[in-house]
Every structure is written in C-alpha cells, then in structure tokens.
Nanobody, 119 residues
Framework: QVELVESGGGLVQPGGSLRLSCEAF????????MAWYRQAPGKQRQLVAK???????TVAASVKDRFAISRDSAKNTVYLQMNNLKPEDTAIYYC?????????????WGQGTQVTVSS
C-alpha cells in the first residue's frame, strides 16, 4: 500500500508561480512513474506531466513551456513547478504513482490539491 501526500496548492494571481509536492509513504520501493494529473470542472482528468525512474519526462503541450516536473527518488517525492499561471490552469491537481507488481503493475492516487488562478 502506498499513500500519497500532496502540498503546495492554493490561490495565485495570473502570472504567478506555485510548486506542488507529492511524497509517497508506505511500500515505496520500485516506484517507476510519478505523475501529475488535473481535473477542471466539466472536464475529464488529464495528464499534466510525468517522470519515470530514469528521469525521462513528458509534459502536456498545453503547459509545456510553463510547467516542469522533477523527482527526488531518495525522498520518494515528485514536484510540479508551475510558472506563468493562467486562469485556465485552475483545477484539482492529483499526484499519481505507478510501480510494478501483480498483473500490469499498481497505481496509486493522491487526494488532490486545489489550484486556483484568479485576480
């Protein structure tokens, strides 16, 4: 069992920055992928960025020039640096962790943290 604890969300003005953190607890060995998803009202949950155990990253086109994902494997923590935030970035952001095991591996989700971009 893996529990994900997120922090760093909040209210920010357009053009501002936030850094989200997600730390994994419990059975954290052999985590392969750590990712951030977001879900805005009326929209499906979508991938924002992900990073694997070789530090290879994928960032959604809509945020590629503004967001960056990183991880500290020793701390079992993934970060999402968000710069030049726009109102369209307002959403609940969810941490996601994947690790091998069973059939097709295991997947865990954080509780979500609200990011609101508004004047």
């Amino acid at each position: 069992q893996v529990e994900l604890v997120e922090s760093g969300g909040g209210l920010v003005q357009p053009g501002g920055s936030l850094r989200l953190s997600c730390e994994a607890f419990g059975r954290t060995r052999n985590i392969n992928v750590m990712a951030w998803y977001r879900q805005a009202p009326g929209k499906q949950r979508q991938l924002v960025a992900k990073i694997d155990d070789n530090d290879r990253t994928t960032v959604a086109a809509s945020v590629k020039d503004r967001f960056a994902i990183s991880r500290d494997s020793a701390k079992n923590t993934v970060y999402l640096q968000m710069n030049n935030l726009k109102p369209e970035d307002t959403a609940i952001y969810y941490c996601n962790v994947q690790k091998p095991g069973g059939l097709g591996g295991y997947e865990y989700w954080g509780q979500g943290t609200q990011v609101t971009v508004s004047s």
